[in-house]
């Protein structure tokens, strides 16, 4: 169902059921007004005739009358009305033209109810100076009054409910031109258009969702963007080694002996740094895409650091000088990743510097965070070098490596909500800093 029937059939139904009832309150609260006021007619008209006979009693004296009742003319305000005269002994003095005795002829005094002749009649009788004088009229007159108010009352609330429902249409239809313009400006978009939508004036209820629409797009422009990058330079970082490992190939092909041997190598240790840079990209791409991890997996901060010290240095552990502090927190993010990203600093560290030398890594526990301190007496970095090591592919000279190890270890800490900070030791070398969050269970120990 659209949006513009629902809102009608919404509001017409409730603007049809809340006048409908309000029409039915005032036609009942009408039809007894009227009930009450022909009933008053009635009384009035009696206690006129009542009064005209008190003016003049001697005109009505029953011994002075002769046979056959006079004619009674009333009041022109009682017009339709039958009234009749009578003595308390139930001679008929006068009345209206017309009027039936036995219609009108009642011997109790107030309103009264009779069937004469299949027609239903309503009187009211009154007593005074000796005679009773009774006024009735027909109830089937009285109901086509009734029906004719009635008419007169409902058909111009029923034009101006019709009337209101109409102008709610248009009023309903004009309300949603401007979502109407935002679904046109959406559809008329190629698939590549990624802009915010213009400024526009837009009805206070739309501009939500048209910022809501814009930080969507804008989401989009960035992943996209991002994600040509990584494939530009996935193809440059990767045809070269490929283009190495098919040259010492063919080397081997055409030479023997020492030559064979040596392009072998060669070519082994451009395999090598190939499935490197291959493991590092996915790595990279389960970081930056949707996961999720087992909650009930718990990562501690000294596992971490002893797993990590294992994969970066299985040959020569003895490198990496472990100094722990509170090494029992517990992290908040899976211990797959928090391995993967000290290990990436750990063989960092490792790489730049001399292999004489010792790496520190130290565990510092804070209230809502674990610092891992990896230190090296490496050549370090300047300024514009530490400004860019983050970048995927950036390498010192074009030197070794997949240039991913870093831009790993933030994408990871920025995932999980932490930090890495990197910074010139004053006697040589660089310091990183990683934080990484407690787990919430842990932090109220």
């Given at each position: 169902m659209s949006l513009r029937l629902r809102l009608l059939l919404m509001i017409g139904v409730s603007l049809?059921?809340?006048?409908?009832?309000?029409?039915?309150?005032?036609?009942?609260?009408?039809?007894?007004?009227?009930?009450?006021?022909?009933?008053?007619?009635?009384?009035?008209?009696?206690?006129?005739?009542?009064?005209?006979?008190?003016?003049?009693?001697?005109?009505?004296?029953?011994?002075?009358?002769?046979?056959?009742?006079?004619?009674?003319?009333?009041?022109?305000?009682?017009?339709?009305?039958?009234c009749q005269v009578s003595s308390l002994r139930?001679?008929?003095?006068?009345?209206?033209?017309?009027?039936?005795?036995?219609?009108?002829?009642?011997?109790?005094?107030?309103?009264?109810?009779?069937?004469?002749?299949?027609?239903?009649?309503?009187s009211y009788t009154v007593e005074a100076q000796g005679v009773r004088i009774t006024t009735a009229d027909r109830l089937a007159e009285r109901d086509s009054l009734l029906r004719d108010v009635t008419a007169a009352a409902v058909v111009p609330f029923v034009v101006a409910l019709v009337g209101s429902l109409g102008m709610l249409w248009i009023g309903v239809r004009s309300g949603l031109v401007p979502l109407e313009r935002l679904r046109q400006a959406l559809a008329r978009r190629a698939p590549d258009a990624l802009t915010p939508i213009?400024?526009?004036p837009m009805p206070r209820e739309l501009q939500p969702l048209v910022d809501t629409v814009n930080q969507l797009l804008e989401r989009m422009r960035t992943a996209i963007a991002r994600e040509r990058r990584f494939t530009s330079d996935v193809a440059h970082e990767l045809r070269t080694p490929l283009t190495a490992l098919k040259t010492h190939l063919q080397v081997a092909r055409i030479t023997h002996g020492a030559d064979a041997e040596t392009a072998l190598d060669f070519a082994e240790e451009?395999?090598?740094?190939?499935?490197?840079?291959?493991?590092?990209?996915?790595?990279?791409?389960?970081?930056?895409?949707?996961?999720?991890?087992?909650?009930?997996?718990?990562?501690?901060?000294?596992?971490?650091?002893?797993?990590?010290?294992?994969?970066?240095?299985?040959?020569?552990?003895?490198?990496?000088?472990f100094e722990s502090g509170d090494a029992s927190a517990e992290l908040a993010l899976p211990q797959a990743l928090a391995v993967t990203a000290l290990r990436?600093?750990?063989?960092?560290?490792?790489?730049?510097?001399?292999?004489?030398?010792?790496i520190t890594l130290e565990i510092e526990s804070g209230s809502d965070s674990v610092c891992f301190r990896v230190c090296d007496s490496g050549p370090g970095l300047l300024p514009d070098e530490l400004a860019r090591v983050t970048e995927r592919f950036w390498r010192r000279d074009r030197g070794r490596g997949s240039g991913l190890g870093l831009a790993i270890v933030l994408a990871i800490a920025e995932r999980c909500g932490g930090s890495l900070t990197l910074a010139q030791r004053a006697t040589g070398g660089l310091e990183a800093e990683l934080r990484l969050p407690r787990a919430e269970r842990d932090r109220a120990r």
């Open positions: 049809s059921l809340l006048w409908g009832g309000v029409a039915m309150w005032m036609l009942h609260d009408l039809e007894g007004e009227m009930r009450r006021t022909l009933d008053q007619r009635l009384a009035m008209s009696a206690r006129m005739v009542a009064g005209l006979v008190s003016q003049n009693p001697a005109a009505w004296d029953t011994d002075r009358r002769g046979a056959g009742p006079a004619p009674l003319t009333v009041p022109t305000t009682a017009k339709g009305l039958a139930g001679e008929v003095l006068a009345r209206t033209p017309g009027a039936a005795p036995v219609a009108i002829a009642t011997a109790t005094p107030g309103f009264a109810e009779r069937d004469i002749d299949g027609e239903r009649w309503r213009p400024d526009a451009g395999a090598s740094r190939l499935q490197h840079t291959l493991q590092q990209l996915l790595t990279l791409a389960q970081v930056e895409g949707p996961f999720s991890w087992d909650e009930t997996q718990r990562a501690y901060a000294d596992e971490v650091a002893r797993l990590a010290i294992r994969d970066a240095a299985p040959e020569a552990p003895g490198r990496i000088v990436n600093l750990l063989d960092n560290a490792l790489r730049h510097s001399p292999s004489v030398q010792r």
